[in-house]
């Protein structure tokens, strides 16, 4: 498999509205506008930093899995995203290695990009996904 680069940081918010201070007016970061990924309950903010992004994530449902996240944890990073060459490759191999998987097929997440996540209980508590952008 090859990783190209950290993609983004996923923050779990309660609101992008509130949490969006900090990232645009404080550290100037440039906010390009939400979209809401309605198959995983979440609406997305993305702050481009360079070769990577800042991804806000506010739940749109009490159950969805940022709710969830931040009920258990509290606000802060709940994901790191790898942009893969090729993400049916990347997840065969790691199927193969025996790494459970959230995801075994991609989905399609914001922006229109292939993504996949890892179980965290394969990574050592960390909630890792792959994307790929074409
Ligand atoms: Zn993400």
Not at 105 to 115: E, N, S, T, V
Request: aromatic share 6%.
């Amino acid at each position: 498999m090859k990783i190209l680069k950290i993609d983004h940081l996923g923050i779990a918010v309660n609101s992008i509205d509130q949490g969006r201070g900090f990232w645009s007016d404080i550290l100037g970061l440039h906010y390009e506008g939400s979209e809401t990924v309605a198959e995983q309950k979440v609406t997305t903010a993305f702050f481009p930093v360079g070769e990577s992004e800042v991804e806000l994530l506010e739940s749109v449902t009490p159950d969805g899995p940022v709710a969830k996240f931040i009920e258990k944890k509290g606000e802060g990073i709940q994901h790191v995203a790898f942009r893969v060459e090729n993400i049916d490759e990347a997840l065969a191999e790691l199927k193969q290695k025996g790494v459970k998987l959230i995801d075994e097929q991609p989905r399609i997440g914001a922006g229109g990009a292939k993504i996949a996540f890892l179980h965290p209980k394969a990574t050592g508590g960390v909630l890792v996904e792959l994307c790929q952008r074409d």
